[in-house]
């Protein structure tokens, strides 16, 4: 069975970071891009960041590009997100997501998302 | 940026009713377009990619068609566990962008 398990998130001030962390099993994690989505209060989804199967390449949106780095360990099926320069709009439900094939894109399972509030 | 607008916003229907959600591309995305179904305090779960392939374990009510910026999502008759938010997503091109989801509501 699939599982994708979020972690890593809490409240942090801002301009401070964080990273979080996706758990993967159930699958060969280093054959799948993965990708990382958030969902503010109440608001829709918005892509955040890609990565490919060896590490990259990486794509970011710009609202996050030259803050969040996105990696992956694939020895411990695990993807990441360091966020830094954290901002009140970046709070959000971050969801980790794995790609359905060999591209990107289509997100066929979903972890259960970590909470990061940027708050002072 | 490609820019999806979904319609209506909500949609107020009945258990066995049909639903129509629409998806409207603001430039051409081929038939790389995804629905996902999001349930209150849950994450969201993929029913249709490239635009008509039902993903694995999503019952037959649910049907996906649409090519170039004009999509729809059809459920044939609700169930009461089919009342959500739905979103599409597109992939043509980066970055992938989402709607802003169709509420269907009893």
């Known amino acids: 069975e699939v599982q994708l398990v979020d972690s890593g998130g809490g409240l942090v001030q801002p301009g401070r970071s964080l990273r979080l962390s996706c758990t993967a099993s159930?699958?060969?994690?280093?054959?799948?891009?993965m990708t990382w989505v958030r969902q503010a209060p109440g608001k829709g989804l918005e892509w955040v960041s890609s990565?490919?199967?060896?590490?990259?390449?990486?794509y970011y949106a710009d609202s996050v590009k030259g803050r969040f780095t996105i990696s992956r360990d694939n020895s411990k099926s695990t993807l990441f997100l360091q966020m830094s320069s954290l901002r009140a709009e970046d709070t959000a439900v971050y969801f980790c997501?794995?790609?359905?094939?060999?591209?990107?894109?289509?997100?066929?399972?979903w972890g259960q998302g970590t909470l990061v509030t940027v708050s002072s | 940026e490609i820019v999806l607008t979904q319609s209506p916003a909500t949609l107020s229907l009945s258990p066995g009713e049909r639903a129509t959600l629409s998806c409207r591309a603001s430039q051409s995305v081929s038939t790389y377009l995804a629905w996902y179904q999001q349930r209150p305090g849950q994450a969201p779960r993929l029913l249709i990619y490239d635009a008509s392939y039902r993903a694995v374990g999503i019952p037959a009510r649910f049907s996906g068609s649409g090519s170039g910026t004009d999509f729809t999502l059809t459920i044939s008759s609700l169930e009461p566990e089919d009342f959500a938010v739905y979103y599409c997503?597109?992939?043509?091109?980066?970055?992938?962008?989402f709607g802003q989801g169709t509420k269907v509501e009893v």
């Open positions: 997503q597109q992939r043509r091109v980066w970055p992938q962008t």
């Open positions: 990565i490919g199967v060896s590490g990259s390449p990486t």
């Open positions: 997501a794995k790609d359905r094939d060999g591209g990107y894109g289509t997100f066929d399972f």
């Open positions: 159930g699958f060969s994690f280093n054959s799948y891009a």
